[in-house]
């Protein structure tokens, strides 16, 4: 028996202000698949349609024409039940001031599980675990004022609150902009973790590409409102003329990797990690003392 994605979206159409001199299309027959426990980046330019296809994912934009099912459930439906919906799709949006609406950050993140009636033993633990999860420390944090947050802290409460639904799917919108770059490599191993330990269906936008290749199952390419392209990240960031004609970026070491190709230096284009790409140079490095070429300056 074949096993249903967890999210179908088929043919996704939307259009701002529909009929008015502003009118703008921002999607354009788009298409996207996911299954459960997968994680999938979505990348693409400014305007390519990323943002908009996001909040079709918990009803926040409902459909105009084609199909979007998000774990059985039809969009398309007037009566779906959107607060069943938004717990089972949890969305972080880029700008964290937009999901903080309580002034003490126990008490926001602890918001959610409340509305769902939870008991105060329950929606504590909650609070305790994501927190935990984003990197912040119950005791220390849980009776800190929002308002006097860096971005960086505000992101990882917002997160937090929408962990603390223990949502079936969670939606990150550039989860690690505004953090530093030791907190930005702790959340994405929590992240990671989340997907593969949990078995959280995780899609997320980024124009890192760096956090793709290290999190993503599969990406989509996005482009004038379309899915012009996916596939693993092997399979994106290796095929150079693809790369080039939709403008995709890559990684800072397949970045460097290519260059060396360029210069006619055998190496693998596939390695994604600082580590793999580090030991592909020193091969090189080890084929010049052997005796073989020098290697050229990048």
């Not at 009118?23 to 698949?33: F, I, R, S, W």
């Not at 979505?42 to 774990?71: A, C, F, M, W, Y």
């Not at 379309?226 to 693993?232: I, N, P, Q, R």
Request: with cysteine; hydrophobic share 40%; net charge neutral.
């Amino acid at each position: 028996m074949t096993v249903k994605p967890i999210i179908e979206i088929e043919n996704l159409t939307h259009t701002y202000m529909k009929g008015t001199p502003m009118e703008h299309v921002a999607l354009k027959g788009t298409n996207l698949y996911v299954e459960a426990g997968e994680c999938i980046a979505i990348i693409g330019h400014t305007g390519s349609g990323k943002s908009t296809l996001i909040q079709h994912l918990n009803g926040l934009i409902r459909p105009e024409s084609g199909r979007v099912v998000i774990d059985g459930e039809d969009l398309a439906k007037k009566k779906i039940d959107l607060k069943t919906l938004r717990r089972k799709v949890g969305i972080v949006f880029q700008n964290p001031e937009d999901q903080i609406f309580e002034k003490i950050i126990g008490d926001d993140i602890a918001y959610g599980p409340f509305k769902m009636g939870l008991p105060l033993k329950e929606v504590r633990e909650r609070v305790k675990w994501a927190m935990s999860v984003v990197g912040l420390d119950f005791e220390e944090m849980k009776d800190r004022q929002t308002f006097a947050l860096s971005g960086g802290q505000k992101r990882k409460v917002a997160l937090a609150g929408i962990l603390a639904l223990k949502p079936k799917i969670l939606v990150l919108d550039e989860p690690t902009a505004g953090l530093d770059p030791r907190s930005r490599n702790e959340l994405l191993d929590k992240i990671k973790r989340l997907n593969k330990e949990e078995k959280l269906t995780v899609i997320f936008v980024s124009h890192n590409m760096e956090e793709v290749a290290m999190l993503a199952d599969r990406v989509y390419v996005m482009a004038d409102g379309k899915d012009v392209l996916s596939g693993t990240p092997k399979e994106i960031f290796t095929d150079k003329e693809k790369l080039v004609r939709h403008q995709i970026g890559t990684p800072e070491t397949v970045q460097v990797l290519y260059r060396l190709t360029d210069l006619g230096y055998q190496v693998r284009t596939d390695a994604f990690s600082i580590t793999e790409a580090a030991d592909e140079i020193m091969k090189l490095f080890a084929g010049r003392k052997e005796g073989t070429e020098h290697v050229q300056r990048i």
